[in-house]
């Protein structure tokens, strides 16, 4: 390929075309202002006769800043059909571009020293940075609030276990004397050997998982805390069972991460809910599981003696801790019963 040659010729050298297809003299005070501004970079391409291939614009703009010289590049090495043809090439391919507003408007962000309607830009599309700065600023604390929501932050991708990602929870030997539920927590001192369940009804801390900064430092004054046993009815779909297990998980996570004696609470349903729900929590330890409302009827109790068997076998505990009474239930390691307060403070009233 030839190398490029740029000589400076006088402008009474030049000739325009005669037959220029294509003018633009409304352009010519806008490409005098960027010669001023830039300096001129841009060649007026010649055939060996000084006539002008491209750069019409360019010489009026030259010779309305009273230029006398400008640089130029003589194509020698075009034949005269290859002129014309360039000529009318140069010309249409500008017509094939289109401007990318976004990518424009950032660009314009960095020389705002620079007055681009010189130019003969429209920075109309700079009055759409604010409203791009605004939507970006929007979706980034949506993406915050929805992390905020889901506790996103909390999560910690090189802590879980199962196909569904579930926390894992170290395993705990600690056994309590005693256990109290989380709506008495607030209220309550902390009772030496004694630890917080959540047999409650769902809605009495649903607010742990909403606001769990709120209530992981009380919680943490406690001798150890069970998970909170979000329900796992028959009748929710299997997503929300997945949800509800994973929620327990990560809450123990948390109060673990503090240095809290966490103890899994077993939830389960049907056997499809097996494939999860024992996801998470380390073999060998400490667990708990309710018997409350098991033996209302066959299939209740039937659920529950499968779910059992299946923790007893994939967990392999060395205690389990039972809210509730003895339903007949053979364990094969120490179970521990304690008693329904809930119900209890019930009666008493």
Request: aromatic share 12%.
């Amino acid at each position: 390929m030839k190398e490029l040659q740029i000589a400076y010729k006088n402008i009474s050298e030049l000739n325009p075309y005669e037959n220029n297809p294509r003018f633009n003299d409304e352009a010519v005070e806008y490409v005098a202002n960027s010669i001023k501004e830039f300096g001129f970079k841009n060649p007026i391409i010649l055939d060996n006769n000084n006539v002008i291939i491209c750069g019409h614009t360019r010489l009026k703009a030259a010779k309305q800043l009273g230029m006398d010289k400008v640089p130029c590049i003589v194509a020698s090495d075009l034949t005269e059909k290859q002129v014309k043809a360039f000529r009318l090439a140069d010309n249409k391919v500008s017509e094939q571009s289109k401007w990318d507003n976004e990518k424009l408007a950032f660009e314009l962000t960095d020389i705002l020293d620079i007055d681009m309607q010189l130019f003969n830009f429209d920075t109309s599309s700079m009055n759409d940075i604010n409203d791009m700065d605004n939507n970006i600023d929007c979706k980034l604390n949506e993406r915050e609030r929805t992390f905020n929501a889901y506790n996103l932050n909390e999560y910690d991708a090189n802590k879980v276990a199962g196909f569904y990602q579930m926390p894992i929870l170290k395993s705990c030997k600690y056994v309590p004397d005693d256990l109290v539920g989380f709506n008495y927590v607030l209220s309550k001192s902390p009772i030496q050997n004694t630890g917080v369940h959540f047999y409650l009804d769902d809605y009495q801390f649903e607010r742990i998982w909403t606001n769990p900064l709120q209530y992981l430092d009380k919680l943490a004054e406690w001798d150890c805390v069970l998970t909170p046993d979000f329900s796992l009815y028959l009748d929710m779909p299997m997503a929300m069972k997945i949800w509800n297990v994973y929620r327990s998980r990560l809450i123990g996570q948390l109060l673990q991460n503090m240095g809290v004696n966490v103890i899994p609470t077993l939830q389960w349903a049907e056997k499809e809910t097996f494939k999860f729900c024992f996801d998470g929590i380390e073999p060998n330890g400490v667990v708990s599981v309710s018997t409350i409302g098991v033996k209302r009827d066959s299939t209740s109790l039937e659920i529950w003696k499968n779910g059992m068997d299946e923790a007893i076998n994939i967990l392999h505990p060395n205690t389990v801790l039972v809210y509730g009474g003895d339903i007949g239930y053979k364990f094969p390691c120490k179970a521990i019963y304690y008693n329904n307060n809930v119900l209890e403070n019930i009666k008493s009233r």
